[in-house]
């Protein structure tokens, strides 16, 4: 269980810590914290439906559960049809102003039927299970802070959107311009994706994320009866990988990495074919145009092969710009107001967060839960943190300009 610092204590019955209501700080996080074995269990009906990226019909099942806890909060709920992805949710809370964004996707990259392997458990303070800490508890965290706002003060505070979609660990192509979209008409975006490392510290920039494919062409021939005939696609596309290694850039923040290869058909066949599939990344906006022209002026070293380039940087990333800056201070103000230190943290994964914060809007990722394993086998959350996290998000509801 949570138990608050002593200084932090001393500075709950302050009055800046009032609500506009006259509810304490205390009786936020002490609500919420009395409310943790209820969002544990919330939490387990989510671990429970589980929804892999690629089965519509799971998805649309957990889609139907969470609309169904959404509407009990007198959430409007509007489900986004999909003809093959799950559909995303998107529950509209009335209130003044422009609205805050619940940004999180329900779709996690466990197969049906891990449970099976991977139950849903608890041990030790935490809970375990797929998709758990990418990002069901972040989920189950946004559905107690508003439920809590709503005990405290009768009511939101302001305006408030909630998007889940189901898309976004491959990629979010169908709910891509949904976020956009919302974000837009948004004060700021909350992203409920899982805090990072131990301390649970928020995510204020992201690399972007992308993907190139390198296809060469050579010609077929035998190795050994005709071997000046052939021109080797694997030798060609050897050499072009050594080219695109040195596109990476450690202090600029950009990476390469060619994952995947492929080519060739028998040892003793000149290989006629043989493909690259690279991840890339990079830190900055600007670096996108720059590399992009760098992969598409590969030439072939063997005049007789053919290089040819496909993809790009599909996923802008979150730059830690003065928006997310002063969005970050605010809630690290908040955190200490509630008894914890908060920090920040650059990492290379991306989020839909990158895509808001992309278009100017104010993001704020990692404000799910504190936890470790995303995307393995021992994946999970530290059950004493989801109170505080709850806690902190519904305080910047409360305070987000
Ligand atoms: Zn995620």
Same mark, same amino acid.
């Not at 429970?48 to 959404?70: M, T, V």
């Given at each position: 269980?949570?138990?608050?610092? +002593?200084?932090?204590?001393?500075?709950?019955?302050?009055?800046?810590?009032?609500?506009?209501?006259?509810?304490?700080?205390?009786?936020?996080?002490?609500?919420?914290?009395?409310?943790?074995?209820?969002?544990?269990?919330?939490?387990?009906?989510?671990?429970?439906?589980?929804?892999? !990226?690629?089965?519509?019909?799971?998805?649309?099942?957990?889609?139907?559960?969470?609309?169904?806890?959404?509407?009990?909060?007198?959430?409007?709920?509007?489900?986004?049809?999909?003809?093959?992805?799950?559909?995303?949710?998107?529950?509209?809370?009335?209130?003044?102003?422009?609205?805050?964004?619940?940004?999180?996707?329900?779709?996690?990259?466990?197969?049906?039927?891990?449970?099976?392997?991977?139950?849903?458990?608890? *041990?030790?303070?935490?809970?375990?299970?797929?998709?758990?800490?990418?990002?069901? +508890?972040?989920?189950?965290?946004?559905?107690?802070?508003?439920?809590?706002?709503?005990?405290?003060?009768?009511?939101?505070?302001?305006?408030?959107?909630?998007?889940?979609?189901?898309?976004?660990?491959?990629?979010?192509?169908?709910?891509?311009?949904?976020?956009?979209?919302?974000?837009?008409? !948004?004060?700021?975006?909350?992203?409920?994706?899982?805090?990072?490392?131990?301390?649970?510290?928020?995510?204020?920039?992201?690399?972007?994320?992308?993907?190139?494919?390198?296809?060469?062409?050579?010609?077929?021939?035998?190795?050994?009866?005709?071997?000046?005939?052939?021109?080797?696609?694997?030798?060609?596309?050897?050499?072009?990988?050594?080219?695109?290694?040195?596109?990476?850039?450690?202090?600029?923040?950009?990476?390469?990495?060619?994952?995947?290869?492929?080519?060739?058909?028998?040892?003793?066949?000149?290989?006629?074919?043989?493909?690259?599939?690279?991840?890339?990344?990079?830190?900055?906006?600007?670096?996108?145009?720059?590399?992009?022209?760098?992969?598409? !002026?590969?030439?072939?070293?063997?005049?007789?092969?053919?290089?040819?380039?496909?993809?790009?940087?599909?996923?802008?990333?979150?730059?830690?710009? *003065?928006?997310?800056? !002063?969005?970050?201070?605010?809630?690290?103000?908040? *955190?200490?107001?509630?008894?914890?230190?908060?920090?920040?943290?650059?990492?290379?994964?991306?989020?839909?967060?990158?895509?808001?914060?992309?278009?100017?809007?104010?993001?704020?990722?990692?404000?799910?839960?504190?936890?470790?394993?995303?995307? +393995?086998?021992?994946?999970?959350?530290?059950?004493?943190?989801?109170?505080?996290?709850?806690?902190?998000?519904?305080?910047?509801?409360?305070?987000?300009?």
């Amino acid at each position: 269980m949570f138990e608050p610092r +002593a200084e932090a204590l001393g500075m709950l019955s302050h009055k800046n810590f009032l609500s506009p209501e006259g509810d304490t700080l205390e009786s936020l996080l002490g609500r919420l914290t009395a409310q943790t074995s209820e969002m544990v269990d919330c939490l387990r009906q989510l671990v429970e439906l589980e929804s892999p !990226s690629q089965n519509k019909a799971a998805l649309d099942r957990l889609g139907r559960h969470l609309a169904a806890q959404f509407a009990n909060l007198g959430g409007e709920i509007r489900f986004h049809k999909q003809e093959s992805a799950g559909d995303h949710l998107q529950v509209d809370f009335a209130g003044s102003g422009k609205p805050i964004l619940f940004l999180g996707h329900m779709d996690t990259v466990w197969d049906l039927g891990t449970l099976a392997t991977m139950p849903f458990r608890v *041990a030790k303070g935490r809970a375990f299970g797929p998709g758990i800490f990418d990002m069901k +508890a972040g989920i189950a965290q946004a559905i107690f802070a508003i439920r809590a706002l709503q005990e405290l003060n009768g009511r939101l505070p302001r305006a408030l959107t909630v998007l889940l979609v189901t898309d976004e660990e491959i990629g979010s192509r169908s709910s891509r311009p949904i976020t956009e979209a919302l974000a837009k008409k !948004s004060a700021a975006v909350l992203v409920l994706e899982p805090a990072q490392g131990p301390k649970g510290a928020l995510k204020t920039s992201r690399k972007g994320v992308g993907g190139y494919l390198l296809k060469v062409e050579g010609r077929e021939a035998h190795s050994g009866l005709d071997p000046d005939k052939g021109a080797s696609a694997v030798l060609e596309l050897a050499r072009q990988l050594l080219v695109i290694e040195k596109f990476g850039d450690g202090k600029r923040g950009i990476t390469v990495n060619p994952g995947v290869v492929r080519g060739g058909t028998r040892s003793n066949v000149i290989a006629g074919e043989a493909t690259a599939e690279i991840d890339a990344r990079v830190s900055r906006l600007q670096d996108i145009p720059r590399l992009d022209k760098k992969f598409h !002026s590969l030439r072939p070293f063997d005049k007789r092969c053919k290089v040819a380039v496909s993809g790009g940087i599909g996923r802008p990333p979150l730059e830690r710009t *003065a928006k997310v800056a !002063s969005l970050f201070k605010l809630a690290q103000g908040l *955190a200490r107001e509630l008894g914890f230190a908060l920090e920040e943290a650059s990492v290379g994964g991306g989020s839909d967060g990158n895509f808001t914060a992309a278009l100017g809007i104010p993001t704020l990722d990692g404000l799910g839960a504190v936890g470790e394993g995303a995307h +393995a086998r021992h994946e999970s959350v530290v059950i004493a943190e989801m109170p505080r996290r709850a806690a902190l998000l519904a305080r910047l509801v409360e305070t987000v300009p």
